[in-house]
């Protein structure tokens, strides 16, 4: 089992910048995936960063330049740098780990960015 536990998010205005902290916790010998995804009011939750224990990052097309994801392997947290916001980057940020045999949820955090 791997508990993952959020932190950040909030209300911050277009062009502002929040940092979401996620830390796991538990089998962490087993993780080869960390990464964020959000999920809009009706909308499916995507992928939005990810940084695998090889080094490989992705970033979805309408965040990059904009996120940076950063990952401690030794110490298990994930982080997102969130620069330049848009209200469409309003949703809620949900931390990832895949591990061998599951994938781990963190419980949410709210982005909001409004005027």
């Known amino acids: 089992q791997v508990q993952l536990v959020e932190s950040g998010g909030g209300l911050v205005q277009p062009g502002g910048s929040l940092r979401l902290s996620c830390a796991a916790s538990?089998?962490?010998?087993?993780?080869?995936?960390m990464g964020w995804y959000r999920q809009a009011p009706g909308k499916q939750r995507e992928l939005v960063a990810s940084?695998?224990?090889?080094?490989?990052?992705y970033y979805a097309d309408s965040v990059k330049g904009r996120f940076t994801i950063s990952r401690d392997n030794a110490n298990n947290w994930v982080n997102l740098q969130m620069n330049s916001l848009k209200p469409e980057d309003t949703a809620v940020y949900y931390c990832?780990?895949?591990?061998?045999?599951?994938?781990?949820w963190g419980q949410g955090t709210q982005v909001t960015v409004s005027a």
């Open positions: 538990g089998s962490i010998f087993s993780i080869y995936f």
């Open positions: 990832s780990a895949g591990a061998a045999l599951a994938v781990y």
């Open positions: 940084h695998n224990t090889d080094g490989t990052i």
